[in-house]
């Protein structure tokens, strides 16, 4: 939003209301005729160098990805737009949310409540299934194939989102009064560094600080300079641990690179590994406790990455600690490590090179799984 979206236009407004209101005062000085010219034009230029700028960065083709005060960011609702995924946006793909903030089908009204029946799918970037648009995504097939069976699937997965973040977020839609009848959620190995990441995150009481959330939210969406200060400065004095400054990640690209390691290096385990699998352990349990007070049935689906595939260790830490959590909690496991160990050598063509998210054959591998799983077990009788 050309000049509106930067804080130099609030700026150029308060400037030219104060002047109206002390004009007769100063009016016929030249000192300040010139001061108020060159005043004025320099926060014109400003706000426009600033909202021009996102234009031109990666900003404005993730603007539907958002800071959040309640769940520390997630998606904007109703949107339309085009994104990426990647370290190029060569190949660009259509996405739509819902009126929830949800990856959807179509920029569609979702309501609160329903008398159908209703699966809500959470997770990281593999329940948002990043690379590729709804249809090919395994939530999108679901979606279509349960739909035939009156059944509305919803995709809260949202990328980076770990146990808190899940927590927070599941907390504040039932707060606003979503109904649910199941919910499934993908743990990721990521999870746990997440969870060390997001331990500094303090979030608003629901209710609280809307206008100043939806001022920060619209002012990171179109101003350049403001989005760089929010993030570089702001988030990182917050957050000690941000993996874009925090001096304890090395740098971004070895931030991901670590991601796994907890799984079979003990020394990455020590240092953060077993500090994040504890937090993730503690808000899995408050999502079984706020499932089983809102009578939600829980499930929860692990699976593994590449690496792990690799390493062909099919009951590896990852694995044992969930396993053993389900047991011990009377959480519903869906267990897809045989699923994928089971691949063989051709495990890699359900990855995208390079990346360890899933390919739209990944997708299929998962959609057929899990429709299986679910028919037979919850709506077999539809």
Not at 12 to 27: D, E, K, M, S
Not at 307 to 335: G, M, P
Request: with cysteine; charged share 25%; net charge neutral.
């Amino acid at each position: 939003m050309i000049f509106v979206g930067s804080p130099f236009f609030i700026l150029l407004a308060l400037v030219i209301i104060a002047h109206l209101i002390i004009r007769r005062r100063f009016q016929g000085r030249l000192w300040y005729k010139v001061l108020l010219f060159n005043l004025l034009f320099l926060l014109f230029f400003a706000s426009f160098l600033d909202t021009t700028a996102v234009l031109f960065s990666d900003r404005k083709i993730n603007q539907f990805r958002v800071k959040s005060f309640f769940c520390h960011h997630g998606l904007d609702s109703s949107i339309h737009t085009k994104t990426f995924w990647g370290e190029t946006d060569v190949e660009r793909y259509d996405i739509y949310t819902n009126s929830l903030g949800f990856i959807d089908e179509s920029s569609r009204e979702v309501a609160l409540k329903t008398d159908g029946e209703r699966l809500l799918f959470m997770g990281d970037s593999f329940a948002e299934g990043v690379g590729y648009p709804w249809p090919m995504t395994f939530v999108g097939k679901l979606s279509k194939a349960l739909k035939k069976q009156g059944v509305e699937v919803l995709n809260a997965g949202v990328v980076s989102y770990s146990p808190k973040l899940h927590y927070l977020r599941l907390k504040k839609l039932l707060i606003d009064g979503l109904k649910v009848d199941r919910i499934i959620l993908l743990l990721d190995v990521s999870d746990m560094q997440d969870e060390v990441v997001y331990k500094y995150f303090v979030p608003a009481k629901v209710g609280e600080s809307l206008f100043l959330y939806r001022m920060n939210t619209f002012f990171i969406h179109y101003s350049f300079l403001y989005n760089s200060y929010y993030k570089r400065i702001y988030l990182a004095n917050k957050n000690p641990l941000d993996p874009e400054t925090s001096p304890f990640w090395t740098s971004h690209k070895y931030f991901h690179k670590l991601t796994p390691r907890w799984v079979y290096n003990q020394k990455e385990f020590d240092r953060w590994g077993r500090e994040g699998l504890a937090s993730a352990d503690s808000y899995l349990k408050k999502i079984a406790k706020l499932c089983k007070q809102n009578n939600i049935a829980f499930s929860m689906v692990i699976y593994p990455w590449p690496n792990e595939l690799k390493r062909q260790e099919l009951d590896d830490r990852h694995h044992q600690y969930w396993t053993k959590f389900a047991q011990e909690n009377s959480v519903e496991l869906i267990d897809m490590f045989p699923l994928f160990f089971n691949l063989g050598e051709s495990y890699p063509d359900y990855f995208i090179e390079g990346d360890v998210h899933w390919t739209p054959q990944g997708h299929q591998l998962v959609y057929d799984y899990l429709i299986e799983h679910i028919q037979k077990e919850y709506y077999h009788e539809k």
